[in-house]
């Protein structure tokens, strides 16, 4: 029976391969728009739908364990179910007792399910999808969308301290990382289907579509925007917006405020001063929760138990502040009224961002699964309902009403310590429905931001600097000829395909007996699969020689078109786990293998052909290099500003350890190093431009003067 059933199945596998192939030949050949217009529609309506299906695992999981078990009924924001009248959360709960082990529950059922089933579930999803769009665009698996839903679930369902944000951006993320697999994607579009996941999914669960839009350009970089990534966001942010609200509706999360002016100017010095104060808090909810993750890392215990611990700690936390508890929208809902932020003591404003830190902390550094964005929002929120009640007895120009405070609030602290601080602003004024407050908030998030740039610190690590500092586009920028070249020119021919029903021990013998360090594994039709490394299988031959290839193969592994350049190759080859990756054609077929030595053979090739243009426009120049002194006169000025003599030509520029493609606005910084084509009789000119003047002795001056 099961051979019949196997034998019904290969036909499907067969036409679905063949499906794919003709797919991604047809994306391949797209224009760029409509290229992502097809992807940025499928994104869209998976974020929408990942965004539906997290919230209703959230719902049935907060029934079971939090309301179920604990007794406790947290309050929800307008858009979450429950309007403005959104029950009060009763301290006088009949089994208050439960709460510890409710969220202790929950936190060992999360650890279980992560650390069985994809330990890269763990922690705040975010960040991890931003680290996958930097190292492997490809590398998130099917499962790790699965288990971060569930246990994000069972997380903030118990009443752990997290956002619905980091599972519905790694569920976006995840089909992108699928498309780019089974499209056979370029690293770069690859790249680009991830940071669209990560925007589109966060602004569909926070009905914020531009902001959305805006966060995944935003998001990768602390000092950058990644400017081809914003159109095809903005698509499928607003799909993922539209499908979202089809299942959900499309109040904003915290439903319609009422309007906001600024009638002088004395309000806006309180909005600087909430400005520094967030900038602040911000900074320690960095700080608090990485050192809280760092603590559970040293723990000395099995990392299935830590979640528990952790959850634990936040059931103990909530006994004295239940407003921990959950995502915590339903409590800023009632801060964003007088009446309601008037039922909060004094006391408790001032404690909660304190204690928020620790729980997300607990709840998530832990181990457990959420995301840091929702409680990163709450925790500037209620700063800002403690400054409001603080200033609004006495100081002059405080709003009657708290909303203003506390919606900026909302938006500079995290917004600075997420450096993503437009999208921020913008999500914000879009889950509020007061897009007036955004003229007050860019004096509060731009001081906050200010603060958290000096200190350099950012809550998600995975962030890099800028473009320059990502491996694909720094080793782009460096060798900046390799586009002049394609693949087939300086490819080599397989040497060894593995097929997908040989089993382990055997490949692992072919590949040793050839000396290879891995190699393409094909279906019996020929289309590329995936890879296979001789150190991964000889760790599975000792347990299971018998098993097949198609059990083990890195489906994740990236790629490479024949067609393509050797700037997208680099790209790829910079993302393998080792020195190759297979070449293919259009139709999935294995015809080469791409290695790092035809790297260096092909960029040779490319200098040779450019390094013959370039003599005929200096003639017979010669290579120079000259490092910039402090008090040159080329110090901190752009190339096409120099007088550089005729015939002379800046090639790189050395800066650090990065390598940079000389163009008319790089600016010469000193410590640079200018490699240069020049003209023998220009040589000292040429380098007395970056050399600082000898200085004229003293006896030289007295000499000279009349």
């Known amino acids: 029976m099961a051979a019949q059933l196997g034998s019904l199945g290969a036909p499907l596998r067969i036409r679905l391969r063949g499906l794919r192939t003709r797919v991604g030949q047809w994306v391949g050949a797209s224009t760029y728009l409509r290229k992502w217009l097809v992807l940025g529609l499928a994104i869209g309506v998976i974020a929408g739908l990942g965004a539906v299906a997290f919230v209703a695992a959230l719902d049935v999981a907060n029934r079971l364990l939090l309301q179920g078990i604990g007794g406790f009924d947290v309050p929800r924001a307008a858009g979450e179910g429950l309007l403005h009248g959104a029950q009060v959360f009763s301290r006088s709960s009949s089994r208050p007792w439960a709460i510890p082990l409710v969220t202790t529950l929950g936190g060992l059922l999360s650890g279980l399910l992560v650390f069985r089933f994809a330990p890269e579930a763990e922690g705040h999803g975010t960040d991890a999808a931003i680290k996958a769009v930097h190292e492997n665009p490809r590398g998130i698996r099917a499962r790790t969308v699965v288990v971060k839903l569930l246990a994000s679930a069972l997380t903030i369902g118990s009443g752990g301290s997290g956002g619905r944000e980091g599972p519905t951006a790694q569920i976006s993320a995840g089909f992108g990382s699928l498309l780019a697999r089974i499209l056979d994607l370029s690293p770069a579009d690859g790249r680009i289907a991830l940071s669209v996941g990560i925007g589109s999914g966060i602004g569909a669960i926070f009905k914020a579509p531009l902001g959305g839009a805006v966060l995944a350009a935003e998001i990768v970089y602390r000092d950058d925007i990644e400017v081809e990534t914003l159109l095809p966001a903005i698509i499928a942010s607003i799909i993922a917006y539209g499908v979202f609200g089809a299942f959900d509706g499309f109040t904003p999360l915290f439903g319609y405020l009422p309007r906001f002016q600024i009638l002088h100017p004395l309000p806006l010095l309180w909005f600087a001063v909430i400005g520094v104060a967030a900038g602040l808090v911000g900074l320690a909810y960095a700080k608090g929760f990485y050192a809280l993750a760092d603590l559970f890392g040293r723990l000395r215990c099995s990392r299935y138990l830590k979640p528990a611990i952790g959850g634990l700690g936040t059931g103990l936390l909530a006994l004295g502040v239940p407003e921990v508890l959950g995502t915590g929208y339903g409590w800023v809902q009632q801060a964003l009224s007088r009446p309601g932020l008037l039922h909060f003591p004094v006391a408790v404003l001032l404690a909660l961002p304190v204690a928020r830190i620790v729980a997300t902390g607990l709840s998530v550094g832990s181990g457990g699964s959420g995301g840091i964005f929702g409680p990163g929002v709450v925790i500037g929120a209620f700063l800002g309902a403690a400054t409001w009640r603080i200033l609004e007895p006495f100081a002059p120009g405080v709003p009657h009403e708290p909303m203003s405070f506390v919606v900026v609030g909302m938006m500079a602290c995290f917004g600075s310590i997420s450096r993503a601080p437009i999208a921020v602003m913008l999500m914000v004024a ?277």
């Open 430 to 706: 879009e889950m509020t429905a007061s897009i007036e407050m955004l003229a007050p908030a860019m004096l509060a998030v731009g001081v906050a931001t200010l603060l958290v740039r000096r200190s350099d610190d950012t809550i998600y690590r995975s962030q890099l600097r800028t473009r320059a500092d990502s491996p694909a586009h720094r080793l782009q920028f460096g060798m900046p000829l390799l586009a002049n070249v394609t693949v087939a020119e300086v490819m080599a021919r397989p040497r060894l395909l593995l097929e997908d029903r040989e089993s382990v021990a055997s490949a692992l013998a072919r590949l040793r007996q050839r000396g290879l360090p891995g190699g393409p594994v094909v279906d019996r039709r020929g289309v590329f699969l995936g890879t296979v490394t001789t150190a991964a299988l000889a760790t599975v031959v000792t347990d299971e020689p018998a098993v097949t290839l198609d059990r083990v193969v890195d489906v994740t592994a990236p790629s490479v078109r024949a067609t393509a350049a050797l700037d997208v190759a680099l790209d790829a080859i910079a993302n393998a786990p080792d020195t190759w990756v297979p070449v293919l054609d259009s139709g999935q077929h294995v015809v080469g293998i791409f290695t790092t030595g035809a790297l260096v053979a092909g960029y040779r090739q490319a200098l040779l052909t450019n390094t013959a243009r370039l003599s005929q426009l200096a003639g017979n120049a010669v290579p120079v290099e000259v490092r910039v002194d402090e008090h040159a006169p080329a110090a901190h000025r752009a190339i096409g500003q120099l007088d550089l003599p005729p015939g002379s030509i800046v090639l790189t520029v050395q800066r650090d350890s990065h390598l940079l493609f000389a163009a008319a606005d790089t600016v010469v910084e000193p410590g640079d190093l200018l490699s240069s084509l020049v003209r023998p009789s220009a040589r000292e000119r040429f380098v007395a431009l970056f050399h600082a003047p000898e200085p004229v002795a003293a006896d030289e001056q007295v000499s000279e003067a009349p």
